[in-house]
């Protein structure tokens, strides 16, 4: 079946860029999907990108796509203390199905 | 908006209770969703509603029980619960559920964090 791996542990500095990585399997994804997650609550939709697109760019917010190598990265400019959460990337396998990476767990130091 | 509503926030009930989660939205979507999430998990799905017909059951024990009484709302009906159950339970939805359209971009809740004694 498909599959969506992470790196478990980011650890950055305030003010320093953040990079959080997926790799993905299914060759015939159309839309990935990056999603943030505080302690205690729901998934917020942060961003998603077409996978036509190469990059897409959203204010702090950097979505590089690889289609070839089945890369895809969020980078988080000027990390705030606020960012430190767990980020799910996520991949569209089938009609309402997402496959969640395992997720990544950003912890930003002030 | 992009919100959706759910209660409530937390729940605490025994083995022989019977409860149900709550879930609105008020966007127009016609796909909602029951998610279940342990920690430090990604969440796993557990039932879609498409134009408020049961469209996926990932295989959930019967002792949950979905329900979509209209477009906008959407249940889950839990009875004799184990405390293996005991996560945090997530309603989505999204405008249709078509894949390679951005119309399947699902939208979650804040969750209900149950826990079974």
New interface residues.
């Given amino acids: 079946g498909e599959d969506v791996e992470q790196s478990l542990f980011l650890s950055v500095r305030e003010g320093d860029s953040s990079v959080i990585n997926c790799t993905y399997t299914d060759s015939s994804s159309t839309y990935l999907y990056w999603y943030k997650q505080e302690p205690g609550a729901g998934l917020q939709l942060l961003t998603y990108i077409f996978s036509n697109m190469d990059m897409k760019q959203d204010q702090r917010l950097t979505v590089l796509l690889n289609k070839k190598d089945k890369h895809l990265s969020l980078r988080i400019a000027d990390t705030q203390t606020g960012d430190s959460a767990i980020y799910f990337c996520a991949d569209v396998s089938g009609t309402y199905k997402y496959i969640f990476g395992t997720g990544t767990r950003l912890k930003v130091l002030a | 908006d ?1 919100e ?1 509503t ?1 209660t409530p926030k937390h729940l605490v009930m025994g083995m022989t209770n019977k409860k149900s989660l709550k879930c609105e939205q008020h966007m127009g979507h016609r ?1 909602m ?1 029951w998610y279940k999430q342990k920690a ?4 796993e ?1 557990m039932f ?1 509603y ?1 134009y408020e017909k049961l ?2 059951n990932e295989s959930v024990p019967s002792r949950f029980s979905p329900e979509c009484p209209n477009s906008s709302l959407l249940n889950l009906h839990l009875h004799a619960l184990q405390p293996e159950d005991s996560a ?1 339970y ?1 309603c ?1 939805s ?1 405008q249709e ?6 119309t ?8 209900t ?1 149950l826990t079974v004694l």
């Fill in positions: 992009t959706v759910q796909a969703y430090k998990k990604p969440p799905l879609v498409s469209s996926i945090l997530l989505a999204s559920g078509v894949r390679q359209s951005n399947d971009t699902q939208y979650f809740g804040p969750g964090r």
